[in-house]
Nanobody
Framework: QVQLVESGGGWVQAGESLTLSCEVS????????MGWYRQAPAKQRELLAM???????EYKDPVRGRFTISRDNAKKMVYLQMNALEPADTGVYYC?????????WGQGTQVTVSS
């Protein structure tokens, strides 16, 4: 069973950067497409960025050009480098497989961006 542990969140001011990490255990990590999701206050969780098992990346418009998703298959880790953070980026960030391998959500990591 896949387990996910996110870390790296915090409180920052607008314009600053954070790097989130996701440790994945169980499953066959190297074949999963992995994504970072955000749940903003009073909103549904949404997929922000995805990296395929082959390393191709996709981003949703609100974060394209500011966020970078990466992975280390040997360490079973997924990362999200977040630059030029905005108050609208505030929320709880989660990682999970996209499609095959998707499992129960981890606890997420809180990101708070003040103006």
């Amino acid at each position: 069973q896949v387990q996910l542990v996110e870390s790296g969140g915090g409180w920052v001011q607008a314009g600053e950067s954070l790097t989130l990490s996701c440790e994945v255990s169980g499953g066959v990590f190297s074949i999963y497409n992995m994504g970072w999701y955000r749940q903003a206050p009073a909103k549904q969780r949404e997929l922000l960025a995805m990296i395929t098992h082959g390393g191709s990346t996709e981003y949703k418009d609100p974060v394209r050009g500011r966020f970078t998703i990466s992975r280390d298959n040997a360490k079973k880790m997924v990362y999200l480098q977040m630059n030029a953070l905005e108050p609208a980026d505030t929320g709880v960030y989660y990682c999970n497989a996209v499609g095959v391998g998707a499992s129960a959500w981890g606890q997420g990591t809180q990101v708070t961006v003040s103006s």
